[in-house]
Each structure stands twice: as structure tokens, then as C-alpha cells.
């Protein structure tokens, strides 16, 4: 009996296996413990681990948010929470999973700061030096097209976490075609596929798709509820397949 089976149930299992296996990576979530509004404790953080690893998942790429009013979060700190992760992990018995780290980034001054004083930032991808960045969900930010040019200067390659969800785009697409164009990485998160945030980020997610604009699926997991979700609905949906079939970068990481 597979893992997936042990969890959830032996009649889950063939779709998950056809499904998320294909991506092998994860590289959007908030499994590290105790950083940020993911997982609260080392237990919390096991369990999903193992639910992850059951979706097919072989390496997770854990990004704690870091904003400057609310989850000031280091490089240092969130090192130490993966290592501190990686030893329960083993303890635990959980081998076959590849775990590291970086971050998501909230367009704040602290952010502009740091450009600017050129502290290093977490990145994923190896050389490529991949930033995840957020904004606001409401507020355009006014420093978006100045963050964007200085990571690029600075040698970052920017990948705009979740662009389905931020409400001041909706009807502005074109935005979102001119900042790709403007060599910023779009990632989408599985459950807006599902509806779960809401139907405007569902309707903007097949939409990206569509257009061949995603180049990263993320599962932005913060708690078993997002992944339920995920097994129970996005799995369903047939923006799925699509999205799969997209020259995604999730495998090459």
C-alpha cells in the first residue's frame, strides 16, 4: 500500500500519482515551523511533510514570508528552522524528500532597503538565482517597476508569487503580460484552481494558462486544510492537465 493510500485512502491514490508526481518540486510553501502563519510547530510541520511526499512531491523548496511590519524573518533564522527541520525529519523517518529553503518577499520599504544596502536575499534555482516576491493583495504597489529593476540588476531573476490573487490587476491582464514581458517569472498557486481564494483568482489562473504565461505551480501550503483542498478539488480540475502540460520549471529546480 502506497503512502498516499495510508493517508487518504486507496481510491486517491491513482489520481495523485498521475498528477503532481510530474512537477517533483514544490516551491512555494510555509511548512517551516514557528516563522510565519504556515505551520506553528515541528509536529505541524511532519505531517505535512508527509502529505506533501504523498502527492508525489521529491523536494520542497520552504518559503516563510518576510515582511518588514509583521514576519521580520532572516536568512539566518529560516537556515536554522530548515536544519532544525531536516533532524526531526530523519528522526521521524521520512527519507526520499529533498528539503530547502528561501522566501517570499513582501514589497515593503524593508525590501527596498535591502536592495539598496545589498544584502543578500534567499533565492531557489541554483544560478539562476530565482527571488519569489508578493505584494499587497488590494494596493498597487508604487515601488513594483523600481523592485523589479533593481533585483534584475542586482543579478535576481523576480518570480511573482501568486499574481492570480492580487484584486488591483483584475481587468488589467495586460499587466500581467507586460511585467512576464519584462522577464518577471509568474507562479500560480494550485487551489486557485479549485476556486479556493476566490472566483476572481480562478478565473485569472485559466486564464494565465491559456496564454502559456505560468512558469511555476506552487502549492503556497500553510496548513492540512490547503492541502484537503487540493486533494479533494484542484486534483478535479481539468486546468490541472493543462497547466502540466505547460514547459513548467518546477523539475528543473
Request: proline share 4%; aromatic share 8%; hydrophobic share 40%.
Amino acid at each position: 500500500m502506497s503512502i498516499f493510500s495510508k493517508l487518504f485512502g486507496p481510491s486517491a491514490a491513482p489520481a495523485v500519482a498521475a498528477s503532481l508526481a510530474a512537477l517533483q518540486v514544490d516551491m512555494h510553501s510555509h511548512v517551516l515551523p514557528g516563522l510565519d502563519d504556515g505551520a506553528e510547530t515541528l509536529e505541524h510541520s511532519l505531517d505535512l511533510l508527509r502529505q506533501l511526499q504523498a502527492f508525489g512531491y521529491r523536494k520542497l523548496i520552504m518559503t516563510p514570508h518576510i515582511m518588514g511590519d509583521f514576519y521580520r524573518n532572516t536568512p539566518e533564522g529560516i537556515r536554522g528552522a530548515l536544519e532544525a527541520l531536516k533532524t526531526a525529519a530523519a528522526r521521524a523517518g521520512i527519507t526520499g524528500l529533498e528539503l530547502d529553503c528561501a522566501a517570499e518577499y513582501y514589497l515593503d520599504e524593508s525590501f527596498g532597503r535591502r536592495l539598496e544596502q545589498r544584502e543578500p536575499l534567499l533565492t531557489f534555482g541554483g544560478a539562476r538565482r530565482l527571488v519569489l516576491f508578493e505584494t499587497s493583495y488590494i494596493n498597487e504597489p508604487f515601488n513594483l517597476n523600481e523592485s523589479i529593476f533593481n533585483l534584475q540588476a542586482a543579478g535576481y531573476q523576480p518570480v511573482l508569487a501568486h499574481p492570480e490573487r492580487y484584486t488591483y490587476l483584475y481587468g488589467r491582464f495586460e499587466e500581467l503580460e507586460r511585467l512576464r514581458e519584462q522577464g518577471v517569472m509568474l507562479q500560480v498557486n494550485l487551489n486557485s484552481l479549485s476556486g479556493y481564494y476566490s472566483a476572481g483568482a480562478k478565473r485569472v489562473a485559466e486564464k494565465l494558462i491559456d496564454g502559456g504565461l505560468v512558469d511555476l505551480l506552487g502549492s503556497d501550503t500553510h496548513h492540512v486544510k490547503h492541502l484537503a483542498t487540493l486533494r479533494t478539488k484542484t486534483l478535479l480540475s481539468p486546468y490541472l492537465a493543462k497547466a502540466l502540460a505547460l514547459p513548467l520549471l518546477n523539475n528543473t529546480l
